[in-house]
Each structure stands twice: as structure tokens, then as C-alpha cells.
């Protein structure tokens, strides 16, 4: 630490940080543009202009005070002991309103209109700079606006050339399409043509830039004012990454998603999938009444329930003496879950996973728990000296993440600058040193990856051979390892080559996951890991950093309760069909998702009366005798626990209409009827989440994820409305001119309303960031301990899972894996981040972003079954049949078809899986995309 002069006050800051940072960091105003914490410094904008005063110190003629001092912009001025500034100073106060007065000469009027209006960086550091008052009266330049697809709006002349735009979408994000043109005024940014913008994170420059150049797409269908908007704490739920949101609602509509500063998680950005796929909850479609068959043929009408006829429905279903089964969800929350297996019992209760899906899920919970591996957090991936990404398409399937790795890749520009003496900050100079150097990044996939770009080697072959490559490198570290037979010259070079980087390494970093659906492939990246943490006999152990990339935002969760072996969905098909069970009840899961349409057939033709709870219409709903309709993660309170194991609680953004409830509650009064308690057997569902901490050991932080349903500040709750809330007394004159009184939320310290503590909160609680005179998101800065780290008071979660500290030489053998079926030709599972998912596939602005189902295979195989690009191949699976279009690419294993996997067409295919293929004649080439919505929600 640094003593240095603000305004005649001393502070302590840290050393080498610059002037910005730590000005920022104690909490002070200055305004800035073109600087952003995760982006560095270049100094473009010239707004953060501070006077610095050279003092001087001579033992000859003495002190001599410097009063008139010199400007300096202090995102580029590092700081030093003794520094004396001042950022009140009037020279500096002009300089800086002098600055914005020259940026606004073309920046149109149009405050009122705009859509950033009131959540505007530059309006906040205009009202700082005391630039009140236009005097340019000459003709302002216009650009022409470029459709930059489904999910951002463009509105160029807006822009004040801050470049942040480019430096992120570029230099962060990895991007290409995006570019700056032209030069002076004239600078533009944009495409080279009208076009959607290619990059997995381009919605991130929704927040990055910092005027109105660049905006949500998806709120500009359904506007409203940012400061109308209700918003909560939440957790995003399209994958196991766990990344911080903040969703914004309006009349009982989610508007918005936003990201929700975590250091540890996703830090300021979040995936296009994270941030747009929220369209599901808005869905006309959805499940919002209770139904049920109102005969015995599934077949029949579905009749509506009132409140009487859903309980005398529920007690000939489930009343006492009935035999239960329940099917649960890797998409539910733990308190879901939980009620449902105190419902039907432990050993009546399914993961909801075939008997593949579960064993790989279950083998990476047991490595993490047993074995001298640490899952990190995104922040400790991306401070990683190397990386082996084994089998995972990451930005595909964990998307965050794979941001996080270009960041991995990128940090050896500041081991760089150390020895060059360059401060870190120092961005272009930074990047100059670096050069096209990088941190060594091996990438082992099926196909070629979107970051591919960041590999120092890269290796494309089946599953098997994967695996092999892994135990290779594993064996190489550690002799000890088990060897794997048949490897080739080739691969035995790049295991030794991968080995060497990995082993001189002081943090390296596995990447893997179920993506390759590859017990063997777990199994090796576990082998690597172990052999790494072993590789220094006689020190003390370091646990790999060995991270395993999961489908749905709930698998570990689900997994950590989940400990019959004989849980999967083939064993409740055999319960079933030996008539074990009298009723079926099933959670938030699509079951053709899970098995083939053969197979799930054989659940709903038993006598069990099946009942669903869930808030989307699937295929499984369809086949309800009796359908409950259950709130999304946006009208309901529950716990999830990320991919490294950190529970995080996720809070209601609105009260829900009509029947609708969190499963939770439908469970918990399920459990009352069945035990003939005249009350709920939870009132809250904190009441929820301390019984499944009780009952089940590893989950016993969950009540620590955040504070209680009890928790005040100064008496008050915490409120979930802005401040700057207006119209509420106006919202429904339509229906009623008296104002109606305000939902109470008793499951949370938060509030439906604007009243509530004004102080800090929180991190866990706090739903939006706003702090005076800044109304942007970069008000985040006011609630960080310092810039970029940590939140005051922790961030938000508790971690569930640590690193064993016991040696372990234990090895998975290198067993490969046997694929089922018969044919010559090996199916396997391709994922897209704009489809795969489930929920985001069913959002309107993903699905203009979604592939078709297409096969992809090798120039060499297309030949061998005479089919030409845009052909159909007709694949026998199981026991379906499916015809799908022809990409013929060299980024793909010889003998083997690629598919998509998670799409209405491809959903429930097993993988991996030999399958016959034959040309279908007569197919008709699909130019163009078809979409169909209809009570099965949307197919492609």
C-alpha cells in the first residue's frame, strides 16, 4: 500500500493500481468512458482528467509546494508514495465538462426516447461534470442504423467513440465481425453489412457501452422504463455455471435479464443464452391452470380444476395407502426436490436421468469429493498457467466458461508486463508485449470448437480416442497411472508434449465434462488431474483445479441427494411394469428429453396415475392425468448449486397469477393430504431448505447460501422496486382506481413494493445496484470492496464442495467405453449454445438463433454413402427412424455422425450409439427455417 493526497485527504491505496482504480476503489466520483475494470485503460476519452501537483523536496532551499499543478488523465498514471491530487480542482472540473460539451456536439436530444434513458453512464457523468447547458447549434453527423440480429438494436448516433464497444467484443470476447470504420466523427461502429453478430457474448455490449448505441432487443418488444422495473436476486438457469442475474418485471411480465455483479462466478458478463433466453416465462402457452382428464382414455378432453377439485384430485391420487414414485429434475430446485422425495421416500425417489446421465453425473460428484481436485470458480480459472480442455465443446455447453478460458489464454500478457515493468492496466501496451503469445490451451473435442482460436494444439477424434489421449497424459505425468494399448505414434507425442506443459506448471487446469456422454472421458480428466496434484512426492498436496462442465443448472444439487444406484428412469419403467406404484409424480422434467419416445411410452401406458408439475408445455404434460402448473425460477424462491459446487439462492421476481405455485408448495401440501395434516407440512421455504440440511449432510450449508425470510435491516425489508418507481397507484386504474394493496412475500426479507432499508444490503439480497448520481450499472463499483473484487460482505453463495487434502493413488482403469446398438456408424452428440438447452429454446429470440437438425459427417464417409451436402440421411436409432439434412465437414471423426442434441427433433436420442444410415431419396433441401407453436410449444 501507497499513501497518496486526494484533496487534502490522505488515503491508503494499493500499490500499482492507477489513479482511476483507486480513486474508485475508495469511493469516490470521477467520471470515465472509455475505461472499464475488466477492459483496462487507454486513455481515449480524455474525461477523467485530474490535477496532479509536483512537489518538491530539496535539503538546500527547501520544501517548495506546487499550487498550480498539471493535468493528467488518471486511468493512465500509476499511483506512487506521497502522490498529492486533486479531482476537485477547478482547472480539472472545466477541463472535463470542456470534454463532455465536445463529445455531445453529435450526441442527438433524444434522453427522453432513448431506451437507456435513466440507466445512462453518460447521462450520469454529464450531471458530474456540471455539463448542463448545449451551446452547439450547427448540424449534428448521422449514421445509418445496421440489423445486428434478434437480440441488440443499434443506434449509431448516439455513439461518443469511447471504443469500448470493439476493445471488449474484440480483445475480450474474441470477436471478429464487429469493427470499428472510418475515422474522427465519422468513426463507426458496426458490421461490414447488415447481419447478426456472430459472438456467443455480444449481448454483453448492452451493458459495456455506455450511452444508447447499443441495446436489449428483447425488453425494446415489451419497453419499459428501467426504474419501473421490479427486479430480484436470481441465478441463471441454462446451465450448471451458476452465473448472478438480476430479472426485471413489469405488469407481470419478464422484461429483462441482467447480469448481477458476482467476483467469484461471472464477474460483469453473462452468455446471449443467459441473458436472452428468459422468453419462456412470457410464453402464451404456458402452463397456468390446473388440468386433468376428464375421462379415463388418455386421449380425452383435459378439463380445468378449481381449488376443491384439485384437492379431491390429489387425495384419490395420493391419499393414504397409496404407493408413490417420484421423478425429479436437474432443472428444479433442491427444495423441490427435496419435498418431493420426503413425499414419495428415498427409495421411491428418481433423479429423473437415464441410467447413462446419472452414472456420469454421480462419477463426477464422487471425484470431487474424493479425489485431490478443487472445482474453481471462473475468477480462479482465468488465473490458470495451463489448460487441457478434455472432450467438452465448452462454449457450447458451459458458455460462460469458455469466456473465462479466453481470459485463461490471455493472462500471460501480464506475467509479461511484470517483466517488462508494464503495469497490468496498461491494455495496449499490454497486448503490444504480449504479441500472439499465449497460455499453453490444449483442446481435445469431437469437432472444432469456437475457441479453437486460443489452442496451442488441438486434437478432433471420437470419444474412445479422447480418453485414450487422456490416460496417456496422465500416465506420462505419473508413472503409476495405467497405460492405455493401441496408441498411435501421434498421439503418444502430443500426450508427452501435453504432459511436459501441464507438469511445469504451477496451476493447471482440466477441463471435461458429460458433453461426450463418456464414462472413459471422466474418467481420464479425473486420471490427469489426480496424477498433477501427486506430481510433487513429499510436498505438501496442491489439488488440481479440475472442473466438469453440467447440462442444467441443478445436476450437482441433484446429485448430492441423489444415492440410490438404481435411480435412473429405467428402473421406475421396471417399478412401473411390475405394478410397484399406484401414482407417478412428476417434477419440472420432460421425459422425452431423457429416453426415446419407445421408452417413455412404456411409463405412461402403466396404471399409475401420472400427475406433472411443471410450467411449460412438453410432451410430457400432454400425457398428465393430472397437470399442476408450477412457477418458473422468476415467481418462485430455491436453492441451486453450480458446477463447482456453490449453493446460491434464487429469489421471486413477481407474485404468479392464476394456479400457479412454486413445486415446492404444491409438494408440501401434497405431503399434508397425505398425511391427513390439516395444515402444509412447510409454511416457508426456508422451512424447506432446514430440512433437507437436517436430513441430508453434504447439503447442510444450503441455509447459508443467504439470509432468511426473518432477516431485517432497521425493521425493514429489502425492496424490490426502485426508488424512482412510478405509476404504481396508476398500473391498474383500468380495472381499479384504488390503489390495491401490495403482495406480501413471506418467503423472503424482500418486499413487492418501493419501501423498504436504503442502506447497503446484503450481496445475496441485493436486487439491482443504484447509488447517487449513478444510475448505470456501473454503480456496482459503490458496493465492491475494491474495483473488480469482491462484493462488501461476501459474495453471494456458499461453497458445498472442497478439495480432499488426503493423497490419493487410486486410478480408473482405461476402460473405454462400449457403444450401444447396432451399425457401422457411430452417433454422436453435437450442442449448440442457441437450441440445446431446453427452457432458452422455447424464448422467441434464441429460437431465430437455433440450427436445424442437420447430421454432420466426413467428406471420406458422405462418399462411402453416396450423399452430396444438403442431402438426406435417413438414421435408424433405436427404434426410431430420423431423416435429417447432410453438412459434410472435415471437423468431424471418420465413422462417425454428428447431431445436434437437445432439439424437438433430436431430443431423447442415446448417445453415443451405433445407428445404420441409407440416403433418403427424394429429399427436398431446407432452405429456410420452420417453426411451429402449437399447444406442444415451439418445434423446429
Not at 345 to 351: I, L, P, T, V
Not at 359 to 365: A, C, K, P, T, V
Request: glycine share 8%; charged share 20%; aromatic share 6%.
Amino acid at each position: 500500500m501507497v499513501s497518496i493526497e486526494i484533496d487534502n485527504h490522505i488515503y491508503q491505496v494499493p500499490e500499482g493500481s492507477n489513479l482511476l482504480q483507486a480513486c474508485l476503489s475508495l469511493g469516490l466520483d470521477l467520471p470515465y468512458f472509455c475505461w472499464h475494470p475488466s477492459l483496462g485503460s487507454v486513455g481515449a476519452c480524455r474525461q477523467c482528467a485530474v490535477i496532479q501537483y509536483q512537489d518538491r523536496h530539496d535539503e538546500v532551499a527547501g520544501d517548495q509546494r506546487d499550487e498550480q499543478g498539471r493535468l493528467v488523465m488518471s486511468c493512465m498514471t500509476p499511483v506512487s508514495e506521497g502522490m498529492r491530487i486533486s479531482i476537485d480542482a477547478q482547472n480539472a472540473r472545466n477541463f472535463r465538462a470542456d470534454i463532455i460539451e465536445l463529445l455531445m456536439t453529435n450526441h442527438p436530444h433524444d434522453c427522453p426516447v432513448c431506451e437507456e434513458g435513466g440507466e445512462c453512464h453518460l447521462q450520469d457523468m454529464t450531471q458530474m461534470s456540471g455539463h448542463t447547458y448545449r451551446q452547439y447549434r450547427g448540424k449534428k453527423r448521422t449514421h445509418r442504423n445496421q440489423y445486428l440480429g434478434p437480440f441488440i438494436n443499434h443506434e449509431m448516433n448516439r455513439c461518443i467513440a469511447c471504443y469500448r464497444c470493439v476493445r471488449y467484443y474484440q480483445d475480450y470476447a474474441g470477436g471478429h465481425d464487429l469493427q470499428a470504420m472510418a475515422a474522427h466523427n465519422h468513426v463507426y461502429f458496426g458490421r461490414h453489412e447488415d447481419g447478426v453478430l456472430e459472438n456467443e457474448f455480444s449481448g454483453n455490449l448492452v451493458e459495456v457501452c455506455p450511452t444508447g448505441v447499443f441495446t436489449d432487443r428483447t425488453l425494446s418488444q415489451h419497453y419499459s422504463r428501467k426504474w419501473d422495473l421490479q427486479a430480484a436476486p436470481s441465478i441463471c438457469v441454462h446451465c450448471a455455471q451458476g452465473c448472478n442475474t438480476s430479472p426485471g418485471e413489469r405488469y407481470g411480465e419478464l422484461r429483462r435479464v441482467v447480469n448481477r455483479y458476482n467476483s467469484a462466478v461471472n464477474g460483469y458478463f453473462l452468455c446471449d443464452r443467459g441473458r436472452f433466453g428468459y422468453g419462456f416465462v412470457n410464453r402464451e402457452d404456458r402452463v397456468t391452470q390446473a388440468e386433468r382428464v376428464a375421462e379415463k382414455s388418455r386421449e380425452s378432453v383435459r378439463e380445468s380444476l378449481s381449488r376443491s377439485g384439485i384437492r379431491d384430485a390429489l387425495i384419490e391420487a395420493i391419499g393414504p395407502g397409496k404407493r408413490l414414485l417420484g421423478i425429479g429434475s436437474p432443472r428444479a430446485s433442491i427444495e423441490a426436490n427435496f419435498a418431493l422425495r420426503e413425499l414419495v421416500g428415498a427409495d421411491h425417489f428418481s433423479a429423473g436421468l437415464n441410467n447413462q446421465q446419472l452414472n456420469l453425473q454421480q462419477s463426477i460428484i464422487e471425484i470431487l469429493r474424493t479425489r485431490p481436485v478443487r472445482a474453481p470458480e471462473l475468477r480462479e480459472i482465468e488465473q490458470a498457467d495451463a489448460v487441457l480442455i478434455l472432450g467438452e465443446d465448452v462454449i457450447n455447453t458451459s458458455p460462460r466458461l469458455a469466456l473465462s478460458l479466453r481470459q485463461t489464454a490471455a493472462n500471460l500478457g501480464s506475467k509479461i508486463a511484470d517483466q517488462l515493468r508494464i503495469p497490468v492496466w496498461q491494455d495496449a501496451a499490454v497486448r503490444e508485449a504480449m504479441q500472439s503469445d499465449k497460455t499453453p490451451v490444449f483442446i481435445a473435442t469431437i469437432t472444432a470448437t469456437r475457441i479453437d482460436d486460443i489452442a496451442l494444439k488441438t486434437y478432433r477424434d471420437k470419444p474412445a480416442g479422447i480418453a485414450q489421449l487422456g490416460f496417456a497424459i496422465a500416465c506420462a505425468i505419473d508413472a503409476t497411472a495405467p497405460f492405455p494399448e493401441q496408441l498411435s505414434e501421434d498421439q503418444q507425442n502430443l500426450a508427452q508434449q501435453i504432459a511436459a506443459v501441464l507438469k511445469s506448471a504451477k496451476n493447471p487446469l482440466i477441463v471435461s465434462g458429460i458433453g461426450c456422454q463418456s464414462q472413459a472421458v471422466i474418467a481420464a480428466a479425473a486420471n490427469v488431474a489426480t496424477a498433477l496434484a501427486n506430481r510433487n512426492s513429499g510436498e505438501e498436496l496442491q489439488p488440481t483445479n479440475l472442473f466438469y462442465c453440467l447440462p442444467e443448472s441443478n445436476s450437482i444439487g441433484l446429485g448430492l441427494m441423489t444415492s440410490d444406484e438404481e435411480g435412473g428412469l429405467e428402473h421406475v419403467i421396471e417399478r412401473l411394469e411390475s405394478n410397484q406404484a399406484d401414482t407417478l409424480i412428476i417434477v419440472e422434467n420432460d421425459l422425452y428429453r431423457r429416453l426415446p419416445p419407445d421408452r417413455v411410452e412404456r411409463i405412461f401406458s402403466s396404471d399409475a396415475t401420472v400427475i406433472v408439475l411443471d410450467h411449460i408445455k412438453n410432451e410430457t404434460t400432454l400425457k398428465a392425468d393430472l397437470l399442476l402448473p408450477a412457477a418458473t425460477f422468476a415467481e418462485t424462491e430455491g436453492t441451486l448449486v453450480s458446477g463447482s459446487g456453490r449453493a446460491q439462492r434464487a429469489f421471486a421476481v413477481y407474485v404468479p397469477t392464476a394456479d400457479i405455485r412454486g413445486s415446492w408448495e404444491w409438494l408440501s401440501d401434497m405431503l399434508a393430504l397425505r398425511n391427513n395434516e390439516e395444515k402444509p407440512r412447510w409454511q416457508q421455504v426456508d422451512e424447506v431448505t432446514q430440512s433437507c440440511g437436517k436430513a441430508i449432510g453434504v447439503l447442510k450449508g444450503i441455509a447459508d447460501a443467504a439470509p432468511d425470510a426473518d432477516f431485517r435491516l432497521a425493521g425493514m425489508k429489502i425492496a424490490r422496486q426502485p426508488h424512482r418507481y412510478s405509476g404504481r397507484t396508476a398500473m391498474l386504474a383500468a380495472v381499479n382506481v384504488s390503489e390495491p394493496k401490495q403482495s406480501v412475500d413471506p418467503d423472503s426479507a424482500l418486499g413487492f413494493t418501493m419501501e423498504g432499508f436504503p442502506g447497503e444490503k446484503p450481496s445475496a439480497l441485493t436486487p439491482y445496484y443504484w447509488s447517487p448520481g449513478w444510475n448505470s450499472n456501473q454503480a456496482v463499483g459503490k458496493f465492491q470492496e475494491e474495483v473488480s473484487g469482491p462484493l462488501r460482505g461476501g459474495d453471494p453463495g456458499v461453497r458445498l464442495l472442497e478439495a480432499s487434502t488426503e493423497p490419493v493413488k487410486r486410478w480408473f482403469e482405461t476402460t473405454p467405453d462400449v457403444a450401444r446398438g447396432q451399425g457401422e456408424w457411430l452417433l454422436l452428440p453435437s450442442y449448440h449454445i442457441f437450441g440445446s438447452e431446453e427452457l432458452s429454446a422455447l424464448s422467441e429470440a434464441i429460437i431465430e438463433r437455433s440450427p436445424l437438425p442437420t447430421v454432420m459427417l466426413t467428406p471420406e464417409d458422405a462418399k462411402s454413402l453416396g450423399v452430396a451436402q444438403g442431402d438426406g440421411l435417413t438414421l435408424s436409432v433405436a427404434s426410431q427412424s430420423l431423416s435429417l439434412e447432410v453438412i459434410i465437414s472435415d471437423d468431424c471423426p471418420k465413422g462417425a455422425l454428428l447431431v445436434p442434441a437437445g432439439l424437438a427433433k433430436t431430443a431423447g436420442l442415446p448417445f453415443p450409439y451405433q445407428v445404420k444410415a441409407t440416403r433418403e431419396i427424394g429429399w427436398t433441401r431446407r432452405l429456410e427455417v420452420n417453426i411451429l407453436v402449437s399447444d406442444k410449444g415451439t418445434q423446429r
